[in-house]
């Protein structure tokens, strides 16, 4: 069984910046991969970073603007937002090993 635990969202104005976390415990394998997903209201979940060792992946919709990295010591992944727009307004999941977290609210709104 795996723990998945996000915090760190809010309400943010445009432009602003945020940083998620994603605490994992539980039967995991060594450094596995770990995504995030957001699934804004009326549409579908849709995959927004990911990382596999310490390698990120991300959705052209955020590339450039968004960073994600691992603490190994802490099993915790984080991604962090900048340059925030009202569009990046969903309920953000993290994953990995097809578990997922609890979600964690993100609001962009002035």
């Known amino acids: 069984q795996v723990q998945l635990v996000e915090s760190g969202g809010g309400l943010v104005q445009p432009g602003g910046s945020l940083r998620l976390s994603c605490a994992v415990s539980g039967s995991i394998s060594s450094r596995p991969a770990v995504n995030w997903y957001r699934q804004a209201p009326g549409k579908e979940r849709e995959f927004v970073a990911g990382?596999?060792?310490?390698?990120?992946v991300y959705a052209d919709s955020v590339k450039g603007r968004f960073s994600i990295s691992r603490d190994i010591a802490k099993n915790t992944v984080t991604l962090q937002m900048n340059s925030l727009k009202p569009e990046d307004t969903a309920v953000y999941y993290c994953n990995t090993q097809g578990f997922w977290g609890q979600g964690t609210q993100v609001t962009v709104s002035s």
């Open positions: 990382i596999i060792w310490t390698g990120g």
